[in-house]
């Protein structure tokens, strides 16, 4: 089983419409959690940091669930330029400091 | 200028022989790490380094080697490249601190023929 697994989609989203997709991780240590976007094999950029809490930046919302041992993105009113892949990283516990990936979450948001 | 680069951003070589991909920081960050990504693939951790003479396995070392002489510098060798070492090689780099952000290079493209 990978560390961190992801949906790989494509998700296909009318523009103006919400989009949720999750992401799951084996090891129950982890400490800190991220969700990068990536364009077309540039490189990974952070999107967002993941609390506890939940947090919320604009039109997206990022939930950790510790026991069920996922998180989740939500991406509201979407727009064609939130078209690209999103990855999962998970950090620290056992696995120390080394940002462990998901294999992404491809988004494609059409007119 | 600020940031982190890596060279060269494309490189072909054939197989057999050795190239070495370079990644240099200048935020003294005291993490870096090398991933490779293949074609619709996520990230793959190759090496990693906590500090300077500190360097360690990721998931997919075989056939890579590492140093890290100087904090700003972590070069990334294919000792005898082989057509499977064909990928995007990503450099990175983060402060000592687990819950801050990675940074990410340009990525270098290799093509093993």
């Known amino acids: 089983r990978k560390e961190v697994e992801q949906d790989p989609g494509p998700f296909n989203v009318p523009e103006g419409a919400t989009v949720a997709f999750n992401c799951t991780y084996s090891?129950?240590?982890?400490?800190?959690f991220f969700w990068y976007r990536q364009d077309c094999r540039k490189e990974p950029k952070l999107l967002m940091s993941?609390?506890?809490s939940g947090n919320e930046d604009g039109r997206f919302t990022a939930q950790l669930n510790r026991a069920s041992q996922y998180i989740s993105l939500l991406i509201r009113d979407s727009k064609l330029s939130d078209s690209a892949t999103y990855l999962c990283?998970?950090?620290?516990?056992?696995?120390?400091?080394?940002?462990?990936f998901g294999g992404g979450t491809r988004v494609l948001v059409k007119p | 200028d600020a940031g982190i680069t890596q060279s060269p951003r494309y490189k072909i070589t054939e197989t057999g022989r050795q190239v070495t991909l370079m990644c240099h920081q200048t935020?003294?960050?005291?993490?870096m790490f090398w991933y490779r990504q293949d074609l619709g693939h996520g990230l793959r951790l190759i090496y990693y380094?906590?500090?300077?003479?500190?360097?360690d396995k990721g998931e997919v070392p075989d056939g890579y080697v590492v140093s890290r002489s100087k904090t700003e510098n972590f070069p990334l060798t294919l000792e005898s490249a082989t057509r499977s070492q064909t990928s995007v090689y990503f450099c990175?780099?983060?402060?000592?601190?687990?819950?801050?952000?990675?940074?990410f290079g340009q990525g270098t493209r290799l093509t093993v023929v």
């Open positions: 990283v998970v950090n620290g516990g056992a696995a120390g400091n080394k940002l462990t």
């Open positions: 993941v609390y506890s």
């Open positions: 935020w003294s960050h005291s993490y």
């Open positions: 090891n129950s240590a982890s400490q800190s």
């Open positions: 380094s906590a500090a300077a003479d500190i360097t």
């Open positions: 990175a780099s983060s402060d000592s601190a687990i819950e801050t952000e990675a940074f």
